[in-house]
């Protein structure tokens, strides 16, 4: 399965040339003149219904306006699908859906591979489906195949940041899951639902702080906060009792108190002790994210407390 990201390298080896598709527009095209390639009633395995300006359908007389010019104002998704190919079919309606969600961010641009080859040629596609990105008059990016939801949403967000889109994060419907679940106490559901997000998408962030706060509520489970801090207080360097007061600080709003406890561990500790501790701390981070202020300046303190 395909893995999206940005990368222009295929694109700086002169894979794509569309210096040919830049002729003089045709006269349909031309200012002041409605384009021939707007929104129409569509076709199996090619996106897009009628009434939708998110997305178009592209042929060799309307490429110029409705990809390479349109890309100058804003990303273009160019879909290369053809009827009655199973994946095509299966791929077009997600991307119709996501283009209709964007508000207008995104135009999904769509290519019937059997009437347009010359366009699939240019644009060197080998089989079907096939997404590029445009930007700027320029391919971008591309991909091939079926990919999983969670992945496309990430490569479309890399794609308007090149384009210089600024869009929300659209709600993952699964994190809400997940999230219910950990409020909920159900923390064997909350872990499967955030471990199948992590399945998908490795480099989800609230999926992983997710997972570590369920880390951290099945190790306070059944322990008295006040008893535990009373016991920590008395072995400061009982290794056991400091993880679980540091995970009960969490817990309480005071994750700072709870960094600095386990990097002053990390500096009366050394071995397998000091290893558990850091890897304890470095999980308790995953919890606020790397742009957390406390995180970053918990961070050059155990850098410190390490080298």
Known sequence: MSDPRITSSIFTRGAVDLSTLRGPAPASTRPGTPPQGGP???APG???AGGDAAIVDVTEATIQSEVLERSMAMPVVVFFGAAGFPESDEFAPVLERLAAESGGAWVLARVDVQ???RIAQMFRVQGIPMVYAVVGGQPIDAFSGVVPEAQLRQWLQAVLKAGGVTVAEPEDP???EADDALMS???DAAERAYRKILADSPADAAAEAGLAQVGVARRVAGADPATALAAAESAPDDVAAQLLAADIEVLSGLAEQAYARLVGLVRRTAGEDRETVRQHLVSLFTIAGPDD????????ALASALF
Request: proline content about 13%; charged content about 20%; overall charge positive.
């Open 40 to 42: 129409s009633t569509g």
């Open 46 to 48: 090619v996106p897009g």
């Open 115 to 117: 009437q347009n080859p």
């Open 174 to 176: 699964r994190l809400d």
């Open 185 to 187: 106490g159900d923390l």
């Open 293 to 300: 202020p406390a995180v970053a300046s918990a961070r050059r």
